[in-house]
């Protein structure tokens, strides 16, 4: 069974700029999360799908970041402009369904410097 | 509000000697609680997890946990440890409704040879 996968693996960007991160989940999984990690930190939840609807984005600065999943699949997360603050791993996971039970499977990360 | 406490952020032990990792979760409510791990250059992935029923864990690698809900932990044992298990090591909450994970902060362990 493939994994989560995420690309890309890494980018630098300056700050002001603009950047977008992939994630193709887990065939078959109807939720999907992303997670900002910062180093020496444990992953925060930014926002999470079910389907193509949002679930919880609380955590989200709207102001800068945007998420969406397409057809309820593949899943695009955009930072625009990128602050310093914003340097992190960011982590997409799935999981079959939603719900404390279900196990969230994660992808590789994509590892953000802001310069 | 829940959050997540791992109290040591940095173990190192010789091969051999035995593994603790204290976690600390504050929730009223019922709780889902996860182990992780993050072997170096790999991705997250699940050690073992505790939903209801017997309190004691047993997952992946020969790794167990103890639910003990009196004192709001799950802490992490390992009878034997290895090189192999140089890692970071995640606890997490799982939120009932929507299965959101709250991290605590990580430990990392290095396992002398």
């Known amino acids: 069974e493939a994994g989560v996968a995420q690309s890309p693996r890494y980018k630098i960007i300056e700050k002001r700029q603009s950047v977008a991160f992939w994630c193709n989940p887990i065939?078959?999984?109807?939720?999907l999360y992303w997670y900002q990690q910062i180093l020496g930190q444990g992953p925060k939840l930014l926002i999470q799908f079910q389907n193509n609807g949002v679930v919880d984005d609380s955590q989200l600065p709207k102001d800068r970041f945007s998420a969406e999943r397409l057809k309820g699949v593949d899943s695009t997360l955009k930072i625009q402009p990128a602050k310093l603050e914003d340097s992190a791993v960011y982590l997409c996971a799935s999981s079959p369904l939603a719900g404390g039970t279900n196990t969230q499977y994660f992808g590789p990360g994509t590892r953000l410097t802001v310069l | 509000a829940q959050s997540v406490s791992q109290h040591n952020h940095h173990v190192i032990l010789s091969e051999a000697a035995s593994l603790e990792l204290g976690c600390n979760y504050s929730y009223g409510g019922t709780v889902n609680l996860f182990w992780y791990v993050q072997y170096p250059g790999q991705h997250l992935q699940l050690l073992l997890k505790?939903?209801?029923?017997?309190?004691l864990v047993k997952g992946i690698k020969g790794f167990e946990a103890e639910f003990i809900k009196s004192k709001f932990s799950f802490n992490l044992r390992k009878p034997s440890v290895q090189w192999s298990d140089t890692a970071e090591y995640f606890c997490a909450l799982g939120s009932s409704n929507t299965g959101k994970l709250i991290f605590g902060q990580g430990t990392t362990l290095q396992v002398k040879p």
């Open positions: 505790y939903f209801s029923g017997d309190p």
């Open positions: 065939s078959g999984h109807a939720t």
